[in-house]
């Protein structure tokens, strides 16, 4: 099984409408992450979360939410989604304790959202 | 502002040879960098990283170099078989007392030829 998933995989929405994506771990991180890749652009980090009651925003979280249920999930949601919103959207954890490589991320499959 | 870039959006090289990525950065506080590789329909996967207190670091056909004074990091691979063909991301860390964040370039696309 895999240790970071994302549902869904593909979602095909329409402008104005609320979209939420999930991303749950089975790894035991604490700190859980959210960026999107578009073409050229590379990952650009949207919003992440360091624990349970922390979150914060990252370089691009204009036009979206998060909310961390509990230590292994994290759902962005986009309150009204609009054509530049379509991308590949990733989840990613990683372990504050870990002592291994520094920051090293885990990513989910990922969520490819197309905006119309 | 792109503090990490790489400038090479793809790649290709032939089978058995040596593949080499290369990665620029602009923040001096960066102190730790990683490359990730990336198939189609997958999230990235580490794949090697170095601290800014090493020049060097390797793991079996992968080696990490990173050259402080040019602000450059380099990831050669040696020899490239087919499975190596993927999209590479560069990324790097600055020191936030245990709060450090990601920061991606843009990504390569290498394909190895057979």
Known sequence: DADVTQTPRNRITKTGKRIMLECSQTKGHDRMYWYRQDPGLGLRLIYYSFDVKDINKGEISDGYSVSRQAQAKFSLSLESAIPNQTALYFCATSDSFSGGSKNEQFFGPGTRLTVL | ?114
Request: net charge neutral.
């Open chain 2, 1 to 114: 502002d792109q503090q990490v870039k790489q400038n090479s959006p793809s790649l290709s090289v032939q089978e058995g040879r040596i593949s080499i990525l290369n990665c620029d950065y602009t923040n001096s506080m960066f102190d730790y960098f990683l490359w990730y590789k990336k198939y189609p329909a997958e999230g990235p996967t580490f794949l090697i990283s170095i601290s800014s207190i090493k020049d060097k670091n390797e793991d079996g056909r992968f080696t990490v170099f990173l050259n402080k004074s040019a602000k450059h990091l380099s990831l050669h691979i040696v020899p490239s078989q087919p499975g190596d063909s993927a999209v590479y991301f560069c990324a790097a860390s600055a020191p936030n007392f245990g709060n450090e964040k990601l920061t991606f370039g843009t990504g390569t696309r290498l394909t190895i030829i057979p």
